[in-house]
């Protein structure tokens, strides 16, 4: 408890900065996600492969090596002068953005075919059909999936802290550092993460209670 | 956004390989290959200690290990020159230098000598489940981890400093870095130091020192901080690029830890110390390692006994 209560502006400033970081980086993510499924159900064969090339990178590159190669690789070829802050913006959107893109076209799929070209044949653009037919029906079948993609992106965010940025889980190194018994660290740590990811998933309960139809 | 020279992918992705590994190409293999070091001249001997034997202290977790015929030592591992493992799992470097003059005292050769990597945030955790007997690796003694362990030392007045590039010319201590980017490890005690805003630095807070001193040779930061020790390590690994500024600002006795209660085995490890300080075991083991950095040798300082 001492723990704690005598390192609590730390632990705060820890708590709001993974709060910070989750909720930028999953806004960025939700919108760049959301393109991407666009493209990848769009008719056009560019955007599509880019689509389909911008998943496969992402989803199968392990997020400290892509916070490695921002960190060490990109300035040797191109200094963009970010701050650590931003370059762990960057590295957590575009890697969360290829699982909400994928759970997004999940969504899609799961809109009956007839619903499209019902749309069309009532002559809307491809994007009247997907903004205003298939994306309201589908969201509802991919927010079970969203809350998880979000739920790991707290937990991701942590990998930030060994890169200069100040969250939760480097509160635990500061104090572990200075010798104080590491379970008490850990319990508050934890409980931190429990906060926010228990308030992701009753948000996401809320929107899925609001956004039920019968069917 | 400016374009630098055009070092290809192939070069980054062998940069990357670098930090990732966590290794700066030579392993810190002292005394026999030198890596890279000040050029010609004559590079020190590592000293070689006499073992003792029928050694009788009053010490539980002695006798245990006398009777295992095999002494348990925690170290680091990623410490160039001070604590390294090379990556044919020889270690090298003054800490484990300290820990064969100690061990040989205690009456262990140093093939008896079991080396475990401890990482710093389990050490108290560890040596007081007993994982270990001795831990020998930039162990700061202070009040808070006297409550947990005991300390036998210090062994040596590190303090928090700076490394910086050879031809760096506008750092000459703490005071001297307003608006400099200054790395250390996430949490380290010489950056909260850093921090404060008398200093006016840009912090960057990396995992690894490794990753620190990378950033430090590709310009991206400006200096790197901990205690003088470690930085004396990187700059014997790389003495053309890298020097120690030499202005600690911080004191760090480093000691080395065991048990809390075992009075016995403080005052056999501090006898041992001493003994290698006053035969010039300590001053030749300093010179092999850390001092290949170029940096002054500094006299040890007096053993606390309690």
């Known amino acids: 408890m001492n723990v704690l209560l005598d390192h609590l502006s730390e632990f705060r400033e820890g708590f709001l900065g993974t709060i910070g970081l989750t909720l930028a980086s999953g806004l960025l993510a939700m919108l760049l996600g959301t393109v991407l499924a666009g493209f990848r159900v769009s008719p056009v064969p560019p955007l599509r492969y880019f689509g389909t090339a911008w998943v496969t990178l992402f989803r199968n590159t392990p997020l400290t090596l892509l916070f490695l190669v921002i960190w060490f690789a990109v300035p040797q070829v191109l200094d963009f002068g970010f701050s650590p802050w931003v370059k762990a913006l960057i590295v957590l959107s575009c890697y969360t953005s290829s699982f909400v893109c994928e759970a997004v076209r999940s969504g899609i799929s799961t809109v009956p075919l007839g619903q499209a070209e019902a749309a069309r044949s009532i002559g809307m653009s491809f994007f009247q059909t997907l903004g205003l037919v298939i994306l309201p029906q589908a969201v509802r079948t991919v927010l079970p999936p969203l809350s998880s993609i979000f739920i790991a992106l707290t937990k991701n965010s942590a990998i930030a802290g060994a890169f200069s940025v100040t969250e939760l889980f480097g509160w635990q190194k500061l104090l572990s550092d200075q010798g104080y018994p590491i379970a008490w660290v850990f319990l508050w740590v934890a409980l931190g993460y429990l906060v926010i990811t228990f308030a992701i998933s009753i948000l996401f309960r809320v929107l899925e209670r609001t956004l039920e139809v019968a069917r | ?306």
């Open chain 2, 1 to 306: 956004m400016k374009l630098r020279k055009s070092a290809a992918a192939a070069a980054a992705v062998a940069a990357l390989a670098l930090t990732a590994t966590a290794c700066g190409g030579e392993s810190g293999n002292a005394g026999d290959k030198p890596a890279g070091a000040s050029g010609g001249k004559n590079q020190p001997k590592l000293p070689t200690y006499a073992v003792k034997s029928d050694v009788k202290v009053d010490s539980a977790t002695l006798e245990k290990a006398q009777k295992a015929g095999k002494i348990v030592i925690g170290s680091k591992d990623d410490q160039p020159y001070l604590g390294f493992q090379d990556s044919g799992g020889k270690r090298s470097g003054f800490d484990i230098e300290i820990a064969k003059m100690v061990a040989a005292d205690l009456g262990f050769k140093a093939d008896q000598i079991t080396f475990k990597t401890i990482d710093s945030g389990v050490r108290e955790t560890t040596i007081s489940k007993g994982d270990v007997d001795l831990y020998v690796g930039t162990y700061t003694i202070n009040d808070e981890r006297k409550k947990q362990v005991g300390f036998a030392g210090p062994y040596l007045m590190a303090g928090a400093d700076l490394l910086i590039r050879s031809d760096e010319k506008g750092i000459t201590g703490p005071t001297s870095l307003k608006g400099k980017k200054v790395c250390s490890i996430k949490g380290s005690t010489p950056l909260q130091e850093i921090k404060k805003p008398k200093y006016g630095a840009e912090t960057v807070e990396l995992a690894k020192y490794s990753e620190c001193v990378q950033q430090l040779l590709n310009n991206e930061v400006d200096a790197v901080t901990t205690d003088d020790a470690i930085l004396k390590g990187y700059a014997a690994q790389n003495p053309k690029k890298l020097k120690v500024v030499g202005k600690p600002f911080t004191k760090e006795p480093y000691g080395v830890g065991m048990a809390k209660n075992d009075k016995a085995l403080r005052d056999a490890v501090a006898d041992a110390i001493e003994a290698h300080q006053k035969n010039g075991d300590y001053k030749k083991a300093y010179d092999a390692t850390l001092g290949l950095s170029g940096s002054d040798y500094v006299e040890p300082p007096a053993l606390e006994r309690y």
